[in-house]
T-cell receptor
Framework: DVKVTQSSRYLVKRTGEKVFLECVQD?????MFWYRQDPGLGLRLIYF???????EKGDIPEGYSVSREKKERFSLILESASTNQTSMYLC?????????FGEGSRLTVL | AQKITQTQPGMFVQEKEAVTLDCTYD???????LFWYKQPSSGEMIFLIY??????QNATEGRYSLNFQKARKSANLVISASQLGDSAMYFC???????????FGTGTRLLVSP
């Protein structure tokens, strides 16, 4: 079975802190994605990567950056967390379009 | 740009009845794929069904079927014989040629009552 693992299920951070959300997949997928999910807004794409060291902006990249140094790992970075980044963050990897999701990381920024 | 619209924020259905969740899409790509995902209260996203834009027949997976009407740009999910465990959020999504990224709708919350 494909496994996508997100390092933290729940995080609480303070405004201005640097936040790292880690995601690892074990199926050698080329594509990896970071989404955020908010009530009434569905899932919105933040960044995606189709290869090591490659990244593409999604629909809402402002305030975020990403890192993909190894094929299996895709990290989302909040350089200076703000309260409006309180959300559920979902990582996914894909094969032929079908996404395999991690369990999500619920981030609260106080 | 691609866009997915789910106009039903919530739906109610009784156990054993069928329910249709609406999804319309907009794209200029001739080749695309349409997906439905289920998200129970536990939060994980579960892939349900896929329809390719060139598929001649509507996709079916067990109790799930996708009513694909290309001219209307709609890809409604039909759940037959609803079960209590079907209560969840349902997201419609689409991808373009090359399957580089998935665009999601805002979701429909389905509640199945006994």
């Amino acid at each position: 079975d494909v496994k996508v693992t997100q390092s933290s299920r729940y995080l609480v951070k303070r405004t201005g802190e640097k936040v790292f959300l880690e995601c690892v997949q074990d199926m050698d997928h080329e594509n990896m994605f970071w989404y955020r999910q908010d009530p009434g807004l569905g899932l919105r794409l933040i960044y995606f990567s189709y290869d090591v060291k490659m990244k593409e902006k999604g629909d809402i990249p402002e305030g975020y950056s990403v890192s993909r140094e190894k094929k299996e790992r895709f990290s989302l970075i909040l350089e200076s967390a703000s309260t409006n980044q309180t959300s559920m963050y979902l990582c996914a990897s894909s094969l032929a379009g079908e996404l395999f999701f991690g369990e999500g990381s619920r981030l609260t920024v106080l | 740009a691609q866009k997915i619209t789910q106009t039903q924020p919530g739906m109610f259905v009784q156990e054993k009845e069928a329910v249709t969740l609406d999804c319309t899409y907009d794209t200029s790509d001739p080749s695309y794929g349409l997906f439905w995902y289920k998200q129970p209260s536990s939060g994980e996203m579960i892939f349900l069904i896929y329809q390719g834009s060139y598929d001649q027949q509507n996709a079916t997976e067990g109790r799930y079927s996708l009513n694909f009407q290309k001219a209307r740009k709609s890809a409604n999910l039909v759940i037959s014989a609803s079960q209590l465990g079907d209560s969840a959020m349902y997201f419609c999504a689409m991808t373009n040629t090359g399957f580089q990224k998935l665009v999601f709708g805002t979701g429909t919350r389905l509640l199945v009552s006994p």
